[in-house]
């Protein structure tokens, strides 16, 4: 019984993850947040990829590249795991590698 405990407390550790994303403005850039009220223009999906089940990064986790891309002055980021991204990732968290969405909006 103790050995069932143990093996199911260590899968519960590593198939739990983190999913870090960074919410940054480029540096020197004045951004201000947008409200959830408040149309924007400018709306940017990603995937960010993780290895370990989302204990590691493996693709660009940060905000800041795309508010720079898209010269915006007020942004709100959005992060979330959608229905899809666990559909990749029945297949994909075989080998640890899962996907969750950042969305980006805002007005330059």
């Keep these: 019984m103790r050995k069932l405990v143990a ?3 260590l899968a519960c550790f590593f198939a739990s993850g983190c999913y ?3 919410v940054a403005a480029p540096a020197g850039s004045s951004v201000s947040t947008v409200s ?3 149309t924007t223009t400018v709306k940017k999906s990603t995937k960010v990829w993780y290895a370990l089940w989302g204990a590691v990064p493996i693709s ?3 905000s800041e590249k795309i508010i720079a891309e ?3 002055k007020e942004a709100r980021v959005t992060t979330q795991i959608q229905f899809v991204d666990y559909v990749i990732g029945i297949f994909t968290g075989l080998v640890s590698i899962v996907p969750a969405t950042m969305t980006v909006e ?3």
């Design 60 to 62: 660009n986790n940060s």
């Design 7 to 9: 093996v199911t407390l």
């Design 36 to 38: 959830a009220s408040t």
């Design 20 to 22: 870090t994303m960074k």
């Design 106 to 108: 805002g007005n330059p």
């Design 70 to 72: 898209n010269n915006l």
